[in-house]
């Protein structure tokens, strides 16, 4: 009888489609058997807990660079250990377009800056402009090199395209057969609503959510659907943040339009009434689209459980509350519009959405693994090595005690990042283990990985 390098006993496998208990067998890298009474020069009693694949956030801003040249305070060294602790194995994160350099000279400085990852990460393309240099020559390159998609913003002042710019992205993504992701707000209706709001001396941090409306965040996906349709190109909507949108997406998915989209725990457990907490606190909640209300919270699950919304990201943004880069970058007294957008999630994902979804009943633990690995995998074209539990997978692997209370404080996450929207947040089931590929990562609150031991992810596609 073959004697595995570990094997893993007795523990409650879940995958996208089943939940049975057995033993995994580990050689190396590599699950290689999955069975019973197996037998492992190393064995690790997983009575009572679930093993779940590796959790993968496909959404994450890690030390990314900015227009103004600021650098996400969240480093790959310091980003991935949370992610760690959260049990989340496998990244991916935005190579950025600045202005002044090439987009494969980006693309692959920040495939470099990844180097220092604990975790294994791919990387989406940010695409600010469209000149002809970047449309025809560059993006056939960062495709070929393994990027998993592209990334387009349709709001935001310094990156967002225009509806023909967005076109002509379209059509070099089909032609390099990469999915592109789109941030889906109305730049000119927002500008509107701000300068309304400024008029008006609503500067607070509240301001930020009634400035930016569902209607705003609904046309702008109506619109980049439409765009889809148009060129025949497959396109997923980042961070869907209300029924509203969902709504749209579902009647152009019934129409056969190529798309697929994505929401954030934030948007299932946080609300607008979070912005009106005393002061620059309600900074800290700031984040595109906005945080909305308790009745759209409950409206999105059915989306969820349908697959119109099919991958659960962070949406992770490394920026402290009081650090130089962070929140308070233009003063404590700035108004709400100059507030760096995005808040941390990257170790909360798994946590706070299993919370949620789990113990609040929304969704069964084979939805949540379709929707924290195996879908987000299969999309960006790292299935099967990432995403299940299967011989020939890797073995990143999560052993979650779904019994243990914890509650949620930033110091848990070890980050540089200096506060969770979560802080005092009581959650039930939490990763206790972490393997990546066949090695410990984390155990009980511990980071075990070091620096560089993360590997860039080629994305394959087709
Ligand atoms: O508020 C957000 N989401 N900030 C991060 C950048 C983005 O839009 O994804
Ligand atoms: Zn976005
Ligand atoms: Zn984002």
Redesign the pocket.
Known sequence: MTTFDIVIRNGIIVTATDKYTADIGINGSKIVDIGFDLKGHETIDATGLLVLPGGIDG?C?IEQEEADGTIHEDDFVSATGSALLGGTTTVVCFASHVPGRGLVEQFDAYREKGGNSRIDFAIHQIITRTDEQTIRDEIPVVAERGAAGLKV?MT?DDFHLTDGQFLQVLEAARKSDIIVSV?CENYDAIRHLILQHLAEGRTEPHGHATSRPPAVEREATYRAMTMSELVDQKIQI??VSCPEVAEEIARAQSRDVKVVAETCPHYLTLTEDDLKRDGFEGTKY???PPLRTKAAQDGMWQYLRSGVISIISS?H?GYTFDGAVGKGRHGRDADFSLIP???PGLGTRLPVFYDAAINGRKIDLTDFVRLTATTPAQRYGLYPEKGTIAPGSDADLVLWDPKKSVTITNALFQSNIDYTPYEGRQVQGWPVKVFQRGVLAMENGTVIAQPGTGRFLRSRRG
């Open positions: 959404h801003h913003f935001y941030h980042f961070h700031i984040c595109s949406d943004c957008n995005g808040m």
